[in-house]
């Protein structure tokens, strides 16, 4: 069964800091597609990046970046330089392609990151 | 904003009563998927629908069913309902079938609260 662990429950940082959001995921598929969400205080869901497990190269987006690597079925998510609003809980996600790839995503319980000022 | 609409924003019921979360997916998106978010669950799939038909089944209590008409919006049906039951009840969408080939989109949330 596909599992998604983000051990770190809360990140406090001040703001400029750089901060790293971790990710761990468990699958039997070799074929399977990593998420990232993030909820703000508002309430709503957003979508930041996915990516396949075919495709092991690090991503940027301007202050964001991810790194995914395979052999520690790691997908963790860094801010550089952050901002009070990127004070947010962060959520990481993994779809599997078995079964013909209809069906949910499982999300990990979420890291809470509060940026000072 | 995501497109995804949802209403009622707020929903306010008692123990063993019956309520509908409606959804209206993004123009053009074919796939509507229902999320609950709990204290203690977390965010949990419960069901997804494509072009109307039922595509795959989550988390979702028998209490729970929903649907999806011609029209592509979707509701969702929560009946008996327990004071364990409330929760923020997302809906998303994507264009596609396969969750893992298309990002989902989701609205703003639900929130149920039972007494």
């Known amino acids: 069964a596909q599992k998604v662990t983000q051990a770190q429950t809360e990140i406090s940082v001040v703001e400029k800091e750089d901060v790293t959001l971790d990710c761990v995921y468990e699958?039997?598929?070799?074929?399977?597609?990593l998420f990232w969400y993030k909820q703000p205080p508002s309430g709503e869901l957003v979508f930041l990046i996915r990516?396949?497990?075919?495709?092991?190269q690090n991503e940027i987006s301007g202050r964001y970046s991810w790194n995914f690597q395979k052999s520690t079925s790691s997908f963790n998510f860094t801010i550089t330089a952050s901002q009070v609003v990127d004070s947010a809980v962060y959520f990481c996600a993994l779809s599997e392609r078995s079964g013909g790839g209809a069906d949910g995503l499982t999300f990990g319980k979420g890291t809470h990151l509060i940026i000072q000022p | 904003d995501s497109g995804v609409t949802q209403t009622p924003k707020h929903l306010i019921t008692a123990t063993g009563q019956r309520v509908t979360l409606r959804c209206s997916p993004r123009s053009g998106d074919l796939s509507v998927y229902w999320y609950q978010q709990s204290l203690d669950q977390g965010l949990q799939f419960l069901i997804q629908y494509y072009n109307g038909e039922e595509r795959a089944k989550g988390n979702i209590l028998e209490r729970f069913s929903a649907q999806q008409f011609p029209d592509l919006h979707s509701e969702l049906n929560l009946s008996s309902l327990e004071l364990g039951d409330s929760a923020l009840y997302f809906c998303?969408?994507?264009?596609?079938?396969?969750?893992?080939?298309?990002?989902?989109?989701f609205g703003p949330g639900t929130r149920l609260t039972v007494t």
């Open positions: 998303a969408s994507s264009v596609g079938i396969q969750t893992s080939s298309y990002e989902q989109y």
């Open positions: 699958t039997r598929d070799t074929t399977y597609y």
């Open positions: 990516r396949n497990s075919f495709d092991e």
